[in-house]
């Protein structure tokens, strides 16, 4: 069985892909996107070079 580690793909580049809340309310945004901003803000800084994350926009229908 192949193996699917990290040494076995170390050019591969990874996509992390993280919903980003889009609210109505330009006020509604300090109050829900913040895990957003932490998450990104930590792949970014303690992950690798390989690591790339893509904010996604979630719009919520009300």
Not at 13 to 34: K, M
């Amino acid at each position: 069985m192949p193996s699917s580690g990290v040494c076995a793909n170390p050019d591969r580049q990874i996509a992390v892909l993280i919903p980003e809340l889009v609210e109505r309310r330009w006020y509604h945004y300090f109050l829900h996107n913040q895990r957003a901003e932490w998450l990104r803000a930590l792949l970014l800084t303690k992950g690798s070079q390989r690591i790339i994350p893509v904010n996604v926009p979630w719009y919520i229908s009300a």
